[in-house]
Nanobody, 122 residues
Framework: VQLVESGGDSVQAGGSLRLSCAAS????????MGWFRQAPGKEREWVAG????????YYADSAAGRFYISQTNAGRTTSMTMRMLAPEDTAIYYC?????????????????WGQGTQVTVS
């Protein structure tokens, strides 16, 4: 599984961004797609996840109500729309995918990672 993120940018506080993730390779079964982020000097944290079987979405408290995750084509395209961005949202954002049978709201479920895309909010 190969994951490539796009859409990172520099925005002003209160603005919006839409991140995308293109997945390729061999997919077996139904699985989760997710987004993580890592801010400077901090550990990587789970932000949102979606189950490709029924589009059930899950969000970290920091993202709920502001971020929206979606997917199409069995996870081959995953997006996350981020609204009301704040400086504390500044981070590298990573797309991630799980193997079948995973729990989409658990950070440990994700086994495949993209290279990340930078989001800077000032």
């Amino acid at each position: 599984v190969q994951l490539v993120e796009s859409g990172g940018d520099s925005v002003q506080a209160g603005g919006s961004l839409r991140l995308s993730c293109a997945a390729s390779g061999y997919f077996q079964g139904i699985y989760c797609m997710g987004w993580f982020r890592q801010a400077p000097g901090k550990e990587r944290e789970w932000v949102a996840g979606i189950y490709t079987g029924d589009n059930q979405a899950y969000y970290a408290d920091s993202a709920a109500g502001r971020f929206y995750i979606s997917q199409t084509n069995a996870g081959r395209t995953t997006s996350m729309t981020m609204r009301m961005l704040a400086p504390e949202d500044t981070a590298i954002y990573y797309c991630a995918a799980s193997d079948p049978g995973a729990y989409c709201d658990r950070s440990g479920s994700y086994a495949y990672w993209g290279q990340g895309t930078q989001v800077t909010v000032s």
